[in-house]
Protein backbone atom coordinates (compact mmCIF):
# COMPACT_ATOMS: atom_id res chain seq x y z
CA UNK A 1 0.00 0.00 0.00
CA UNK A 2 1.09 3.75 -0.91
CA UNK A 3 1.18 6.49 1.26
CA UNK A 4 -1.40 7.77 -1.52
CA UNK A 5 -3.31 4.96 -1.10
CA UNK A 6 -3.29 5.05 2.52
CA UNK A 7 -4.31 8.87 2.45
CA UNK A 8 -7.53 7.62 0.58
CA UNK A 9 -8.78 4.96 2.47
CA UNK A 10 -7.59 7.52 5.75
CA UNK A 11 -9.58 10.20 4.22
CA UNK A 12 -12.31 8.12 3.15
CA UNK A 13 -12.70 5.88 6.41
CA UNK A 14 -11.35 8.02 9.29
CA UNK A 15 -14.74 9.57 10.27
CA UNK A 16 -16.80 6.84 10.14
CA UNK A 17 -14.67 4.03 11.82
CA UNK A 18 -14.49 6.93 14.50
CA UNK A 19 -18.73 6.99 14.86
CA UNK A 20 -18.25 3.54 14.62
CA UNK A 21 -16.48 3.70 17.64
CA UNK A 22 -18.46 6.62 18.80
CA UNK A 23 -21.51 4.63 18.83
CA UNK A 24 -20.02 1.29 20.13
CA UNK A 25 -19.46 3.48 23.43
CA UNK A 26 -16.47 5.41 23.61
CA UNK A 27 -16.37 9.19 24.27
CA UNK A 28 -15.10 11.20 21.62
CA UNK A 29 -11.63 11.73 22.64
CA UNK A 30 -11.16 7.59 23.15
CA UNK A 31 -12.38 7.15 19.55
CA UNK A 32 -10.40 9.68 17.85
CA UNK A 33 -7.76 7.61 19.36
CA UNK A 34 -8.63 4.10 19.00
CA UNK A 35 -9.66 5.31 15.37
CA UNK A 36 -6.04 6.58 14.54
CA UNK A 37 -4.80 3.38 16.73
CA UNK A 38 -6.51 1.21 13.70
CA UNK A 39 -5.46 2.89 11.00
CA UNK A 40 -1.94 2.76 12.88
CA UNK A 41 -2.02 -0.95 12.47
CA UNK A 42 -3.20 -1.13 9.01
CA UNK A 43 -0.12 0.79 7.74
CA UNK A 44 1.67 -1.65 10.06
CA UNK A 45 0.57 -4.86 8.99
CA UNK A 46 -0.26 -3.83 5.12
CA UNK A 47 -3.02 -5.80 4.69
CA UNK A 48 -3.83 -7.65 1.04
CA UNK A 49 -6.94 -7.09 0.50
CA UNK A 50 -9.48 -6.31 -1.85
CA UNK A 51 -11.01 -2.24 -2.00
CA UNK A 52 -14.45 -3.77 -1.14
CA UNK A 53 -13.15 -5.67 1.79
CA UNK A 54 -10.87 -2.90 3.82
CA UNK A 55 -14.00 -0.98 5.29
CA UNK A 56 -15.23 -4.89 6.97
CA UNK A 57 -11.50 -4.63 8.09
CA UNK A 58 -11.21 -1.46 9.59
CA UNK A 59 -14.85 -1.68 11.40
CA UNK A 60 -13.70 -5.64 12.52
CA UNK A 61 -10.06 -4.17 13.76
CA UNK A 62 -12.14 -1.09 15.19
CA UNK A 63 -14.52 -3.22 17.12
CA UNK A 64 -11.79 -5.99 19.00
CA UNK A 65 -9.74 -3.03 19.46
CA UNK A 66 -12.64 -1.53 21.57
CA UNK A 67 -13.63 -4.80 23.29
CA UNK A 68 -10.05 -5.21 24.41
CA UNK A 69 -9.57 -1.57 25.55
CA UNK A 70 -12.76 -1.94 27.67
CA UNK A 71 -11.39 -4.74 29.07
CA UNK A 72 -8.05 -3.59 30.18
CA UNK A 73 -10.00 -1.09 31.88
CA UNK A 74 -12.38 -3.31 33.73
CA UNK A 75 -9.82 -5.64 34.73
CA UNK A 76 -7.89 -2.29 35.72
CA UNK A 77 -10.49 -0.60 37.64
CA UNK A 78 -11.58 -4.12 39.29
CA UNK A 79 -7.66 -4.13 40.72
CA UNK A 80 -7.63 -0.71 41.75
CA UNK A 81 -11.41 -1.33 44.01
CA UNK A 82 -9.27 -3.60 45.77
CA UNK A 83 -6.52 -1.42 46.67
CA UNK A 84 -6.85 0.02 49.89
CA UNK A 85 -4.54 3.06 51.02
CA UNK A 86 -4.97 3.37 54.71
CA UNK A 87 -4.35 6.65 55.43
CA UNK A 88 -5.46 6.56 59.05
CA UNK A 89 -2.25 4.51 59.87
CA UNK A 90 0.31 6.98 57.85
CA UNK A 91 2.26 9.07 60.70
CA UNK A 92 3.24 12.35 59.45
CA UNK A 93 6.58 11.64 59.38
CA UNK A 94 5.56 9.30 56.50
CA UNK A 95 3.25 11.91 54.77
CA UNK A 96 6.41 14.39 55.07
CA UNK A 97 8.76 11.86 53.90
CA UNK A 98 6.64 10.79 50.80
CA UNK A 99 5.81 14.57 50.07
CA UNK A 100 9.22 15.20 50.29
CA UNK A 101 10.40 12.24 47.58
CA UNK A 102 7.50 12.85 45.53
CA UNK A 103 8.61 16.44 45.53
CA UNK A 104 12.53 15.46 44.44
CA UNK A 105 11.45 12.65 42.20
CA UNK A 106 9.47 15.36 40.03
CA UNK A 107 12.68 17.81 40.54
CA UNK A 108 15.27 15.15 38.97
CA UNK A 109 13.20 14.28 36.14
CA UNK A 110 12.65 17.77 35.01
CA UNK A 111 16.25 18.43 35.29
CA UNK A 112 17.25 15.18 32.96
CA UNK A 113 17.69 15.95 29.41
CA UNK A 114 14.83 15.47 27.13
CA UNK A 115 15.80 12.80 25.64
CA UNK A 116 16.38 10.97 28.59
CA UNK A 117 13.26 11.64 29.86
CA UNK A 118 11.29 10.75 26.65
CA UNK A 119 12.98 7.36 27.04
CA UNK A 120 12.41 7.16 31.22
CA UNK A 121 8.59 8.31 30.65
CA UNK A 122 8.54 5.88 27.72
CA UNK A 123 9.33 2.68 29.44
CA UNK A 124 8.54 3.72 32.68
CA UNK A 125 4.65 5.38 32.48
CA UNK A 126 3.97 3.44 29.35
CA UNK A 127 5.34 0.49 29.64
CA UNK A 128 7.23 0.29 26.50
CA UNK A 129 9.60 -1.94 25.71
CA UNK A 130 13.17 -0.50 24.20
CA UNK A 131 12.54 -1.99 20.51
CA UNK A 132 9.22 -0.08 20.53
CA UNK A 133 10.39 2.95 22.13
CA UNK A 134 13.60 2.96 19.23
CA UNK A 135 10.60 2.40 16.51
CA UNK A 136 8.62 5.30 17.89
CA UNK A 137 11.84 7.43 17.90
CA UNK A 138 13.55 6.09 14.85
CA UNK A 139 16.76 5.64 17.08
CA UNK A 140 18.80 2.55 17.74
CA UNK A 141 17.83 0.02 20.52
CA UNK A 142 21.40 0.65 21.64
CA UNK A 143 20.79 4.20 21.47
CA UNK A 144 17.56 3.42 23.77
CA UNK A 145 19.72 1.60 26.35
CA UNK A 146 22.01 4.18 26.40
CA UNK A 147 19.40 6.80 27.95
CA UNK A 148 17.98 5.02 30.02
CA UNK A 149 21.32 3.86 31.65
CA UNK A 150 21.72 7.84 32.17
CA UNK A 151 18.94 8.75 33.43
CA UNK A 152 18.39 5.71 36.11
CA UNK A 153 21.90 6.24 37.11
CA UNK A 154 20.98 10.36 37.65
CA UNK A 155 18.06 9.54 39.29
CA UNK A 156 19.90 7.05 41.56
CA UNK A 157 22.46 9.58 42.38
CA UNK A 158 19.98 12.33 43.02
CA UNK A 159 17.85 10.39 44.86
CA UNK A 160 19.49 8.74 47.39
CA UNK A 161 20.69 11.85 48.37
Known amino acids: ?3 EEFKVLFDNYFDSVRSYLFYRGADTETATD ?4 VFMRVWEKQPVTHSKGISGLLYK ?3 DMFISR ?3 ETLELNYRKTLKYDT ?3 SPEDQLRYDELKASYSKALAALS ?12 EGLKYHEIAERLNISVKAVEKRMSAALAYLKKTLEK
Do not use: C, H
Open 34 to 37: LAQD
Open 70 to 72: YRR
Open 88 to 90: DNV
Open 61 to 63: IAG
Open 1 to 3: MTK
Open 114 to 125: EKQRTVFLMARM
